[in-house]
């Protein structure tokens, strides 16, 4: 098995050198502006963390309301219903967490992970049985 010669690397380094000596010499031209220093982030204004509180406040206290929910969720339209407020829990939380993540608020943001996880879990456990995850299969509709 024959393959090409083996390669004069020395040979084509000498080369490469002898073609940059023969370029012409780059002209000076205007220099490129210095960068700029890093700009950094302007205080929140005053205000905001009451507005983060009760963004926050707003999705713990629909968490709570929604484990207090009066009506049946077993299938049908009332099942859609109650799979829509906890869309809006996980929203809340979502909604919280940007708020706070901008804001630097690190404990409210603690909360509102917490508060979409809740109703995540609320949903999957509304919803797994209902797609054969469970032991016990649930229907969808009535």
């Keep these: 098995m024959t393959g090409p010669p083996p390669r004069d ?5 000498a080369d490469i050198d ?3 000596a023969k370029a012409p ?3 000076p031209g205007p220099r490129a502006a210095p960068a700029a220093p890093p700009v950094s982030r302007p205080p929140a204004p005053r205000g905001t963390a009451l507005g983060t509180w009760l963004r926050v406040g707003l999705g713990v206290a629909l968490a709570a309301a929604v484990t207090q929910w009066p009506y049946g969720q077993a299938c049908g339209t009332r099942l859609f219903v109650y ?11 979502l909604w919280g967490a940007g708020t706070t993540w901008g804001r630097r608020h ?3 943001h603690v909360v ?3 508060v979409m996880l809740w109703g995540l879990f609320l949903a999957a456990a509304a919803v ?3 797609i054969g995850y469970a032991r016990d299969a ?3 509709f009535c």
């Design 9 to 13: 690397w020395d040979r084509e380094l």
């Design 18 to 20: 002898r073609m940059i």
């Design 25 to 27: 010499a780059p002209v």
């Design 83 to 93: 799979l829509g407020v906890v869309g809006m829990v996980v929203l809340a939380g």
């Design 106 to 108: 690190g404990f409210a």
């Design 112 to 114: 509102s992970l917490l």
């Design 128 to 130: 797994l049985p209902r």
């Design 138 to 140: 649930l229907p969808w």
